[in-house]
């Protein structure tokens, strides 16, 4: 008696699954991993070219929140970002570096409606036309208020150092390093970030207290800064290290 195999059409036709349902469960299945793969693949890459090496937490840092306005979160905005769940992230390390009595400071961007205007970022950036000075777009997130004698610089460019006095202001305090909470990821939370790497104060970017507009430029910029200029870190992480900050008791 010969016994015959059903082929794998047979048996999904038999069993009522089409044949087309398991090729793109394979072929979905194969994409992860290859998406895993991909990025062991450049940790390795990075890690043996020598990027990646911890700086560690400072003994002395600073909260700069970054650009956290409504315009990124008023959903009629058209710089809207749907950043809310980074939003409550950012309170609760505010909360935490102010029980731990750190320097808090602000940063907002205000473009002049005037002939200089916003220069070239403007030009490039439209949107940003939306952060006009005395737009009710560019308010603070209300969760994020500043604190009286928690300072809040203006600027035009992406930078929170660039034409501010923000370096001036962390070396007069002390700092050593700076916690950045804000937006945007790839923006001007990178370019924040950057320069505080070249001032020479530890720039530590909360995770997820930091957001973008889409995810591929947000995990591209983290990706980089934590390979070449920053330490990437949690808000659990940078909870527990202030709270330590709280515990120890001020010089007198």
């Known amino acids: 008696m010969t016994t015959t195999t059903p082929t794998a059409s047979t048996a999904e036709k038999q069993a009522g699954v089409p044949a087309d349902s398991e090729n793109q469960a394979v072929s979905a299945n194969n994409d992860a991993v ?3 793969n991909d990025a062991v ?3 390795n890459d ?3 070219a020598g990027f990646g090496r911890r700086l560690g937490f400072g003994r002395k840092p600073a909260l700069i929140v970054i650009d956290f306005v409504d315009a990124y979160l008023v959903e009629t905005s058209p710089l809207y970002a749907g950043v809310e769940d980074e939003l409550a992230s950012a309170a609760r390390v505010l ?8 320097p808090v400071l602000y940063t907002v961007v205000e473009q002049d409606t005037g002939p200089t205007g916003g220069g070239v970022f403007a030009r490039k950036a439209a949107g940003l036309a939306t952060l006009a000075t005395g737009s009710p777009l560019g308010a603070i997130a209300e969760p994020l208020t500043p604190a009286t004698g928690e300072p809040i610089l203006s600027k035009k460019y992406a930078s929170s150092f660039f034409g501010t006095s923000l370096a001036t202001d962390l070396t007069v305090l002390g700092c050593d390093s700076v916690i950045l909470v804000g937006l945007s990821t790839s923006g001007c939370v990178r370019a924040t970030a950057v320069d505080a790497c070249q001032h020479g104060f530890i720039p530590l970017v909360v995770r997820d207290a930091v957001g973008d507009r889409r995810a591929e430029p947000h995990e591209a910029a983290l990706f980089d800064l934590d390979a070449k200029y920053a330490d990437v870190v949690s808000e659990h992480d940078v909870v527990d290290y202030l709270a330590g900050l709280a515990a120890v008791p ?3």
């Not at 909360?95 to 750190?102: D, V």
């Open 41 to 43: 693949s450049a940790d």
């Open 34 to 36: 290859s998406a895993d």
């Open 46 to 48: 990075y890690a043996a």
């Open 95 to 102: 909360q935490s570096a102010r029980a731990a009595g750190i």
């Open 250 to 252: 001020a010089a007198s």
